[in-house]
């Protein structure tokens, strides 16, 4: 090998190793720059399903910054059955979620933010793992929570999220 071809071999070598460290680093903090929060009220598509169909409001909260975050979700029924005084009046506590945010993947408009959780009320336990996905906007945007093996669809009534 004639040293004008080990030169290059190793320039190359060099060059490459350089491009596969950049690209790592560059991955590395496109993750840590990332931010994702939203907080508003949200309405919860069927509420509870047939053959009640009682609606469910939801108050919701979430960060994820700089690869940490956290989570909270209160979901609100009526405790009036439709149709009576009160059916408006969103009282009564149905579940409740707090939780650490231990991922983040942002696509386009759309957020996947991964954690665990405790819960109260329905599906309720500790340590249970959850996946929020939401996309970017105000009033119309949308949420899903799935947790506790239950998936809520959501709509943004009142607040926004940002990414």
Not at 42 to 62: D, R, Y
Not at 106 to 131: D, E, M, P, Y
């Amino acid at each position: 090998m004639t040293k004008r071809v080990r030169k290059a071999a190793i320039l190359t070598l060099v060059l490459v190793t350089a491009a596969l460290a950049w690209a790592v680093l560059a991955q590395a903090s496109d993750e840590r720059g990332q931010q994702v929060r939203g907080g508003g009220t949200s309405i919860v598509a069927g509420g509870m399903g047939a053959p009640t169909f009682t609606p469910i409001i939801t108050k919701f909260a979430f960060s994820w910054r700089d690869g940490q975050g956290h989570f909270e979700c209160l979901a609100l029924a009526p405790s009036a059955p439709a149709a009576s005084a009160g059916s408006g009046n969103f009282d009564t506590n149905i579940m409740y979620v707090t939780g650490t945010i231990t991922s983040a993947q942002i696509q386009g408009h759309t957020a996947t933010l991964k954690g665990s959780a405790t819960v109260t009320g329905a599906g309720a336990g500790s340590n249970r793992a959850f996946t929020f996905t939401v996309t970017r906007g105000g009033p119309g945007a949308t949420l899903v929570l799935e947790v506790s093996g239950l998936t809520f669809n959501e709509t943004v009534l009142e607040g926004e999220i940002t990414l």
